[in-house]
């Protein structure tokens, strides 16, 4: 509690421009927390449901049974369910149509990730406004006599290294949360391309065993 309190009173000495800076960070922690929780529940595969795609003989209606079991909102379940509502298709029809609901899930996974990227350039630029500010308040301080209130000065100089610090801190937070959602993009958008691709694989396997049943008979 004491050490929360000293934080406090540490950032009160950074001056106006702290505020702007908390919002910053805020903002930063809304988005990260949101896509932590968006990657945890909607954009996970169960391992039994990864196997089951791997396998090439697998039934259509054990899949439809395993996606139905992650709920509507699974980007997963989204990307399979085209795939699966288009497979009697021909499979340029089917990787067009899954191509295309691939970028949508891109731009729903990437939602937000602005903003990350807006806090790490501006944290820093704010943090060097308030320390301009803050050099700004200890040369006035400093009259035609010299120095007139060396505690006033020695604030001055305080707003500008805590402005300063607070932003380079705000900015590398937002830096690894941005980064680390991006490899955990990248990641789920390069399974979805390669399971996709097993499912084609599997429609083109289905198409070529009908096709030679019709020549047997």
């Known amino acids: 509690m004491h050490d929360l309190q000293a934080a406090i009173e540490v950032l009160k000495q950074g001056g106006a421009i702290i505020y702007p800076l908390l919002a910053l960070a805020l903002a930063a922690l809304v988005v990260m927390l949101d896509k932590a929780i968006v990657y945890r529940r909607h954009a996970r595969l169960p391992e039994s449901l990864r196997q089951l795609v791997e396998t090439y003989d697998f039934r259509w209606e054990d899949l439809d049974r395993g996606i139905a079991d992650q709920g509507p909102r699974n980007y997963f379940g989204r990307f399979f369910q085209v795939i699966m509502g288009n497979r009697t298709k021909p499979a340029w029809w089917v990787e067009s149509r899954a191509g295309d609901e691939a970028q949508q899930i891109e731009k729903s996974l990437g939602r937000g990730m602005w903003v990350l990227d807006t806090v790490i350039t501006a944290a820093p630029l704010l943090g060097l406004l308030g320390t301009i500010f803050g050099m700004m308040q ?58 996709g691709t097993r499912l084609v694989d599997h429609i083109r396997l289905d198409t070529q065993e009908a096709g030679a049943g019709h020549e047997a008979a």
């Not at 200890?138 to 100089?157: D, R």
């Not at 380079?168 to 980064?179: C, D, E, Q, R, Y």
């Open 138 to 195: 200890s040369f006035k301080l400093i009259g035609p006599a010299g120095l007139v209130n060396p505690g006033g000065v020695t604030a001055g100089v305080a707003e500008a290294l805590i402005a300063t610090a607070v932003g380079l801190l705000i900015a590398l937070v937002a830096l690894f949360g941005f980064n680390y959602l991006s490899r955990l993009q990248a990641q789920t958008l390069d399974e979805m391309e390669r399971l």
